[in-house]
């Protein structure tokens, strides 16, 4: 009997090993086809990339030959002038004048004497065509547009790399009802480009032609070193800059001087004229604003072709006589740049908001706190806030504020969702869908947010209840958050700072830390993901513009909603932009899911890397 039972026992142990082994490997079938599908997405993404890059370089040959072709155009345009001015410098001389009058006379001695007379009397020459620089390309107005890298190659001890440039994007403009005249070196043109639509690149002598176009609502003038205003500015102020300010005051136009370099006693003089001064020192006892970073050029898109594995000093990244465009791409190149004391800050601030690890080795979590403090520093779109504020002129612009939806179906989980909305900034407005009472708690909890409570029905779908809140936001972006899961205290301002430099409607991360209870594992899903267009990110992570999401509504489910929204995404054409993988743990006791395209880190807590 004992060895029956024995013999049972072992037969029930193989089937349940056999059936282990049997849902394993479906697990692994299951993993291994999603691993496939990523990896056929990723193919179709590098494809598409390179198609990218061929049109690129199509593009910049085209504008080779259109370079080309204006200047032969000017050439023969100036050809045509001399020519012109030949004929007419003819026609004056005396000897053909005299020829005339002897001509037209030979019948009317009357005529023939007054002729005579008329020919002995001096004529003034027309003045000879001087060659004018060539104008450059007409662009579309949009910031940016005329405004690209072209420096391909660097050189580091011995060795050559080619670079893809960075697209410089040309737009959208943060302010598209105001105008801006701005006389401006590169760097400082670069930082204003996208604040407002910007005239640039008149001249003292034709700037009441070229104004009128599209008439500015203020003018700016920086310390400008180079280019036909430098002289105006410098000094005594020139007659062209005198002429300038006195047009923009008949006009109502305000005017400011920004001293950005070089001693500040140089310039009074021209700055006097001026309504409003302001400086980047602020030992010069002007108001001061400094310089900020760029969102759409400061920010950690990558290069094509990714960084090149090297630590590089401040002087290889950074050779003479490189253009501002080229030094954007310079920023994005490296794995790391090792700086020296005395750097200014607003180089290590520009070097850090583009990703970029600052030190003697690269180190992505240090990366990730110095682009925050970065931003946290100020942005171009915050200083021109200021700026207009004095000058008195609206500054109405879409604003990063948040509505967060937080349906809460386990009462167990009311507290730790709490407090994770309740660390958050920029949070406006909360929709909370939760048990009796759980709106009176939120209230006690969230202070500076208002709270929209709605009791749970039991017949509506996460995604109805999604579709419900939805309707309630006010915010311009739209978060939706899981009771389940942990939000780092930066998690909502470092993502909705994406919506700052790309293009997406949706932002979120389809690279993160998760966390299996069961196991005690953490793992790091797609970390490839990283600052990227994709196909899909994790529905707990979605943030959205709001009048985007409602056009595209939530599925009514409760499971998958948000893989059949990423779904109805790429039907539509909505772009989809994924994030760092930083502030985020996913948690769950198990999730076959995240077996697919995800990497093991450690057996232990997911905070520690993934909160920074």
Known sequence: MTELESTRKALRDAVAQAEHAAELARLLDTAQAKLAAAEESAQEARTLAARVAELEDRLDDERADGEKLRKELAEQRYQAEVAQWKLSSIKVARWNRLGDALKSGK???VRLAKGIKGAAKPAPRPVAPKRKPVAAE???????????????????????????????????????HLTAAVIADPHAEALLRYEWRQTTGFTPRDFARVLPLEVPHLLVFESVTEGPWAEEIAGEPGEGLRALLDWCAERGIRTVFWHTQGDPSGYAAAAALFEHRFSVDSASGWPRLAFGVQPRVHNPLPLSGGRVDRVLTLEQLLPPHLSYPDVLTSY?????????????PWRLSEIAACGTSIGPEPDSRRAHAALRRAYAGGTMTERVDELLERVGLPSARATLNVSVILPVTDSSLLEHALAQVARQSGVTQLILFGPPGAGERARDVIKDAEVVFRDLDPALSTGGMLNHGLDLCESDLVAVMDPRDVYGTHYLSDLSR???????????????YAHLRNAQATLLKQPDAEYTYT?????????????????????????GWDEVLMRQCRTDGVKVFSADRFGYVRVREEDRWLLGAAQLIEYGSAEPHALI
Not at 537 to 559: C, K, M, S, V
């Open 138 to 176: 007409q662009k579309a107005d949009r910031p940016g547009a005329a405004f690209q890298a072209t420096a391909a190659t660097r050189t580091i001890e011995g060795a050559s790399f080619r670079l893809k440039p960075f697209r410089i994007p040309t737009g959208p403009n943060t302010r598209p």
């Open 535 to 559: 196909p899909e990110i994790a529905g707990a992570t979605l943030l959205a513009r709001r009048n985007a999401l409602r056009e595209l509504g939530f599925p009514d489910l409760t499971e």
């Open 107 to 109: 019948s009317n001695p």
């Open 332 to 344: 994005r190149w490296p794995a790391a740049v090792d700086v020296p004391p005395g750097t200014p």
């Open 498 to 512: 994406a919506f700052l430099f790309c293009t997406a409607d949706i932002v979120g991360k389809a690279a993160f």
